[in-house]
């Protein structure tokens, strides 16, 4: 008994700790607010300042800062705790500081997209990094995939630290580190820095929707020799043969929460931003209305590309380029960019992955029709908490079919398991089973069979 | 129930909204809800998590109002002040009266108080209902000791909630051990493990004695059993809850503590019908209590009566029992029977994890070798193959075979069927078992674990 008996001088020891971590916090947005001034002057430029020195040292004491920051509100917490106050803090609640967020990453993209003229101080300032790795000047692209990669490796600490006691988010978010690092940043600076053309091998059509159009196979063909066919022929298999194989066997999960950047960045830098998806029948309407147009939408474009292509212009003309040009700035720029990203504090952390993404679209009816994978829900032990659907960075509501002991099977699913990690009573778990009896729920509760798309 | 027939339903819990949404499946009749707690039914357990902020108040409603409208469930925001069972009518504090031609009464529980001298004061309370969860945001504003009485599920809840708010939570438990009076010891002294690392100071064999106040009403200690004095500015009254059946009182319908049914949720007044927490069998099942007060029990109560109202009458049966908690970080579920203590009639299989707060017991009978239950700490099985276990009534041998497929933990967890099969050859060492497949999927499909009809309304067995 003595041993279970805690005494309340306890609590002494309770508090000194929480003195010492709010200070450290405290220490922790010091350095954040430092590193942004560092970045803002590099932005600005003073007259004096190196860009490199203010810009690499931000960048520097920003991750720092972060790191210190994340380790305090994150390591120092228990795993149940790590959701405490999420609908109760300004920057995660769709409060002022949420906004502010929202209009900075917004502008950014902005700028990025439109006005890259104005970001020259901080492309300066990565530049000697755009030296080292690739032998080239720096452009406003490699400042973005510099800060896109730091932000998902900052965050994906952050992730690491929040889901530390489950083996599937420590393996699936070392997996989309590894994939934007390795393959989205470090490779293609390495095939630059080789005279190669720059690839991305962990995207392929329809996502990156121009790796199948004419003009890049012709580019990667002329100037890769054989590693440019070996491109044409990784992205094609990516998309025409592994995607349906590696999706029948684990779902759409595999790409989406595994590999894909955009999806990194979501799980990562956008994980705390998850509960803010909507969870209403008509956004559920939207999703269908936008998302599978857009797979349309490429599909016809490349495939237009490719008739111009063969008849040599004589055929439509100019039509196809100017499809796929509206195609670039609508779905490319503003939807993937600015909506996707920049409204991350608003709308949640998968705008573009649920209503724009073609590739989503493409595996979703792959997962839905032709995949093992599945949520399964145990038994009757759903309590309709709601946790689920709250965390689904998707919107699907998952407590509608938990709480009828059915399996979730639905196209928009990445798979990326944390409605079964915030459920208090261990109800579902994604597996992948016998397709035979898929949709089959538990004997042990009555179900109501209402139409949930309406 | 025919469509011109109106079904009415006193309280929109689990209970409640369950046996209105069967109803309605099989029967076009006018179905009104009426709650004075709140406008529409929400998810009772996951009251907490509004307060910890990990969702708002609408995210724990589980049925949209589309739902309603388009299933055409009424719902009325008001209290029942008087049944007048004569007239079938009933009179509501608004001041309007509905009638009713089935009346149903799933008015659930309050907190159990027990005239502890002081416990009136400002800033003791339970911790059932929404009004409760409104309260406490009031009393624990700005306050950083809280005392919470009783060692049940509420009161982890509420330690729990408090703790995320940076207010240091004492437990006054009058066991030996948290959760002794449900839990064989050794599961009882994990989870006391685990809630004294979480930061909760668990004060044991200690009762409230008196609440004592300050001079302007407000709580400012508790005396306990002890003679000892703590400072608190909260106490939170978990010792249990009881039917909310005080308005009945003085009519003609039977009480006791709760309200008294058949196995058919009938009391003694025709079309008069009780389910839920506030409903006491006349003749409760083997091993089942006379009042059933879980949340998983009351949405079998609804299932169950709404059959009967739908003219496939039949009596209530519990079935192999289950249910699930969550104690901070430790999930918890239990299937079937697993006594606090027991006799040598009986026997377990136990496992516990060296270091982490884990464990697994499997509970059966000694001469039959049948499986009786299963406690499960940390570690998630399928209840869909347990309650085939218990339900076939599978000697351990048989679970053993089987035993690999009921794992549910999250892909890549560590699995510990290896190490509770060490356990069991030392209870049989003599035992030899025959090779089985021990894949669930294959399980599931030879023995049918899963509802063919998306729909069909499954009876509780």
């Known amino acids: 008994m003595s041993t279970t008996r805690t005494s309340t001088s306890v609590y002494t ?55 210190l920051y994340i380790w305090q509100v994150r390591k120092q917490v228990p795993v149940a705790e790590q959701n405490n106050g999420a609908w109760q803090n300004s920057m995660t609640a769709r409060g002022a500081v949420a906004w502010i967020f929202g209009l900075v990453l917004t502008g950014f993209y902005v700028l990025l997209y439109w006005y890259p003229a104005s970001l020259q101080g901080l492309i300066q300032a990565v530049a000697p990094l755009s030296q080292w790795l690739r032998n080239r000047p720096a452009d406003q692209w490699f ?174 003309g100019d039509f196809s380029h100017g499809f796929a040009s509206s195609y670039g700035f609508f779905i490319g720029a503003i939807f993937s960019g600015v909506i996707g990203v920049g409204f991350y504090p608003i709308m949640g952390n998968r705008v573009w992955c649920r209503f724009g993404c073609p590739l989503a679209a493409y595996l979703g009816l792959l997962q839905k029709h032709f995949s093992r994978f599945r949520i399964t829900t145990n038994g009757g032990l759903c309590i309709s908490c709601g946790n689920c659907s709250t965390y689904c960075e998707m919107g699907i509501d998952v407590r509608h079919y938990a709480q009828q002991g059915q399996p979730i099977i639905r196209a928009a699913c990445v798979g990326c398991g944390i409605c079964a990690h915030v459920c208090p009573r261990g109800v579902l778990k994604l597996e992948n089973g016998p397709r035979g009896e898929r949709y089959a729920g538990t004997p042990l509760i009555a179900r109501d069979d209402i139409k949930l798309l309406g | 129930m025919q469509a011109n027939q109106h079904l009415v339903i006193i309280g929109n819990g689990i209970a409640g909204f369950t046996l209105a949404q069967q109803v309605r499946r099989q029967s076009n009749c006018r179905i009104t809800l009426i709650s004075a707690e709140s406008a529409t039914h929400f998810s009772r357990p996951a009251l907490m998590y509004v307060y910890m902020g990990h969702m708002r108040y609408q995210d724990i409603v589980p049925y949209p109002d589309w739902y309603w409208q388009e299933n055409n469930l009424v719902s009325m925001h008001d209290r029942v002040e008087e049944v007048d069972f004569a007239a079938k009518q009933l009179q509501l504090q608004s001041g309007s009266s509905t009638a009713y031609d089935t009346l149903v009464l799933a008015t659930g529980s309050c907190p159990a108080f027990y005239n502890w001298p002081g416990q009136e004061a400002a800033g003791v309370q339970g911790f059932v209902s929404l009004q409760d969860l409104e309260l406490l945001e009031k009393n624990a504003k700005g306050i950083n000791h809280a005392i919470v009485v009783g060692g049940g599920l509420i009161g982890v809840e509420l330690a729990e909630m408090l703790h995320s708010r940076g207010i240091a939570v004492s437990m006054l438990v ?161 299937y079937g029977y697993v006594p606090a203590t027991w006799s040598d009639a009986y026997d377990s299989i136990y496992w516990q994890h060296q270091n982490q707060h884990k464990a697994i017991r499997l509970f059966y009978d000694r001469a039959s070798s049948t499986l009786l239950g299963l406690n499960l700490i940390g570690v998630r099985y399928r209840h869909d193959l347990c309650h085939h276990w218990l339900e076939k009534q599978y000697t351990i041998h048989q679970v053993m075979q089987e035993l690999a497929a009921a794992n549910f933990d999250p892909e890549f967890s560590k699995t510990y069927e290896q190490e509770l099969m060490q356990q069991y050859r030392e209870h049989f060492p003599q035992h030899q078992l025959h090779r089985k497949s021990s894949n669930w999927w294959q399980l599931r499909k030879h023995f049918a674990l899963f509802s063919k009809a998306a729909s069909c309304l499954q009876n509780n067995r």
Not at chain 1, 20 to 47: D, E, Q, S
Not at chain 1, 244 to 270: D, I, M, N, Q
Not at chain 1, 278 to 295: M, N
Not at chain 2, 296 to 302: E, V
Request: proline share 4%; aromatic share 14%.
């Open chain 2, 174 to 334: 009058r066991e030996e051990l948290y959760g002794q009076n449900v839990l064989p010891r050794q599961e009882a002294q994990l989870i006391c493990d685990h809630i004294c690392t979480q930061g909760i100071a668990l004060r044991l064999q200690e009762e409230l004695a008196a609440v004592l106040p300050d001079a302007t009403g407000r709580v400012r200690a508790v005396r306990t059993t002890r003679g000892e004095d703590i400072a608190c500015q909260l106490v939170g009254i978990a010792t249990g809850v009881r039917p909310n059946v005080e308005f009945l009182r003085q009519t003609a319908l039977e009480l006791d503590r709760g309200i008294l049914v058949n196995a058919f949720f009938e009391t003694n007044i025709p079309d008069v019908y009780a389910i839920g927490d506030c409903a006491q069998f006349r003749k409760p099942g083997p091993l089942s209590p006379a009042i059933e007060q879980l949340w998983y029990t009351g949405r079998m109560h609804g299932q169950a009566l709404a059959a009967t109202l739908t003219g496939n009458r039949r009596a209530y049966a519990r079935g192999p029992s289950f249910n699930s908690a969550k104690f901070f970080d430790l999930e918890y579920q239990t």
């Open chain 1, 143 to 316: 400042l973005y995939g510099t800060f896109y990669t730091l932000a998902v490796l900052v965050m994906g600490v952050h992730a690491l630290l929040k889901y530390r006691n489950s083996p599937y988010h420590l393996i699936r978010t070392c997996s989309v580190i590894f994939f934007q690092l390795g393959f989205a940043f470090l490779l293609p600076a390495f095939l630059l820095l080789l005279n190669q053309p720059e690839f991305y091998f962990s995207y392929f059509w329809p996502l990156k929707y121009d790796y199948l159009f004419p003009a890049t196979v012709a580019y990667l063909v002329e100037n890769g020799a054989a590693l440019g066919v070996f491109m044409v022929f990784w992205g094609a298999v990516l998309s025409f043969i592994a995607t349906p194989v590696l999706t029948y066997f684990y779902g759409k999960r595999w790409y989406c929460s595994w590999v894909c950047g955009c999806g990194g960045l979501a799980e990562t830098a956008g994980d705390p931003y998850r509960h803010l998806s909507d969870k209403s029948r008509r956004a559920w309407q939207w999703e269908v209305a936008i998302i599978y147009p857009v797979l349309g939408f490429v599909m016809v474009t490349t495939l237009l590309l490719w008739v111009n292509s063969w008849s040599e212009g004589r055929l439509l």
């Open chain 1, 13 to 67: 020891a309770i508090n000194s700790a929480k003195t010492t971590r709010a200070l450290l916090k405290a220490a922790g947005l010091l350095f954040i607010g430092l590193g942004v001034l560092g970045l803002l002057i590099a932005a600005f430029g003073i007259v004096g300042i190196s860009p490199v020195v203010s810009g690499l040292g931000g960048v520097l004491i920003l991750t720092l800062g972060g790191l």
